[in-house]
């Protein structure tokens, strides 16, 4: 009789485990510590003996997904971010550990889109896609209550659309002008100093050392019109961003996550005000919401490709 579900959202620092029953309830959560070393080969054997001490019998679990920081096409591995796993078989060599076929795999920024449409922002809907906004800016589109991988995995790229067409900043990608260079928590930290540097405002902040993202925001909530604009300009680039994904897969919500999502209503709120200005007619109805699963997305997505199987 098989009651349990595993999800498991591997890190770069560590491994999260959730153990769920069949209903998607989470019943358990922890974490391991991830060896990343000689290419990652430990952290399957460590994952098996963490669970292998719990109380649940391994006849009893129906499958286990996988959130991993790489990009994945047809459960194979393509190249990774953090952990090494260029064609590594962790279907295959998982299944043996556990005697079960049951092992889904997705790249985790796909699988944290799927946990929030799930049980998170997406009030259960089929069809959303994710903007994660932090250190970088990525993403996930879902559709049918599955990842869209694309052909080489990169399906959901969302930081990497093109927002600046003319001397744009370098992104990451080697590209310019990408959406992770105007709204990333880096780049809303640089777009404040070099508006304070241009002397168009003053600023309650311009004294301040090590300026973070929340002060910017909590000074924008205070009416300080330097961080105003720098917040607006963030706001009306991913209302932009929300436009498009609007007409590609017209889902029923576009959740916000990531630490900048943290501002709030705030913030949310202008983007969505930046999306109405600019929507087609017939996907204004688009919800756009902030995430509420923090870093338990990974571990529900995870699950869902098991149940949603
Ligand atoms: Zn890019």
Known sequence: MKKYIYGIDVGGTTVKIGLFNLTGELLKKWEIHTKTENKGEAILSDIYNSIKNNDIKLNEVLGYGFAIPCQVVDGIILNGVNIDWEGYELKKIFSKLVNNNNIYIENDANVAALGE??????SAFENSAMITVGTGVGGGIVVGSKVVEGVHGSGGEIGHIRVIHENGLRCN?????????????????????SLLHSG????????TKNISVKMIFAAAKEGDLLCLEVIDKTAYYLGYACQILSVITNPNVIIIGGGVSNAGPFFIDKIRKNFMEISFETVKDTLIVQATLGNDAGIYGAAALVIND
């Open 117 to 122: 449409t799930w049980r998170g922002a997406g």
């Open 173 to 193: 990608c080697g590209n310019t002008g990408c959406l992770e260079t105007v709204s990333s928590a880096p780049a809303i930290k640089t777009a404040f100093n």
């Open 200 to 207: 168009k405002y003053d600023s309650i902040l311009k004294d």
